[in-house]
């Protein structure tokens, strides 16, 4: 009788654990089924930039800025540039003055799964003969923000992109 009591004693711990395992694992295949990819990491742009001039980091690159939805859900896409953390920072190289130095086209869209965006990246250095002489880098964050309201926790995948350059004499 005693062994019987003990086997029914041990079904709600039996079915928590399923659950906890059941919960994990959905957790995790939603977790490794998002994401976004894009073709650039770091750029370094090797020829000295002018002051008072705008340039495209498309045509230097020769390639667009790609961004691709791996997910299995539709995301939208948000590009923004920001200064970069001290420890994230290149040596030899100085946060950019001023973000609005950067302007990403488009830099909101939305993709569905497994869609393909592109954006264009320009870069326009200010008239100001201080900045002659001195190279600077600024980062740039892509999110991939599900559309779709789940109620629950959201992780939003996020990629840096590091874009170094210098100012010519």
């Known amino acids: 009788m ?19 395992l059941t919960y994990n694992f959905l957790l995790l295949t939603c977790l490794y089924s ?14 000295p930039l002018i002051i008072n001039n705008e340039y495209n980091l498309s045509s230097i690159v020769g390639k667009q800025l790609k961004v691709t939805n791996e997910s299995s859900q539709k995301i939208m896409v948000a ?8 420890d994230n920072l290149k040596k030899n190289y100085d946060f950019i003055p001023n ?10 869209y939305y993709l569905e799964p497994y869609q393909t965006g592109f954006s264009d990246i320009i870069i326009k250095i200010p008239k100001n003969k201080k900045l002659r002489k001195r190279s600077f880098q600024v980062n740039i964050e ?9 109620g629950g926790i959201t992780i939003v995948p996020t990629l840096l992109l590091k874009t170094m350059f210098s100012i010519k004499k």
Do not use: C, H, M
Not at 2 to 20: A, H, Q, W
Not at 79 to 86: E, M, N, Y
């Open 99 to 108: 973000t609005n130095w950067v302007t990403v086209v488009p830099e909101k």
């Open 2 to 20: 005693d062994l019987l009591k003990n086997k029914y004693r041990f079904r709600p711990f039996l079915l928590v654990l399923g659950l906890i």
């Open 34 to 47: 998002s994401g976004i990819a894009t073709n650039y990491a770091n750029v370094y742009i090797t020829e």
């Open 79 to 86: 590009i923004v540039p920001v200064l970069p953390q001290t």
């Open 142 to 150: 892509i999110y991939g923000y599900p559309t779709d309201k789940t």
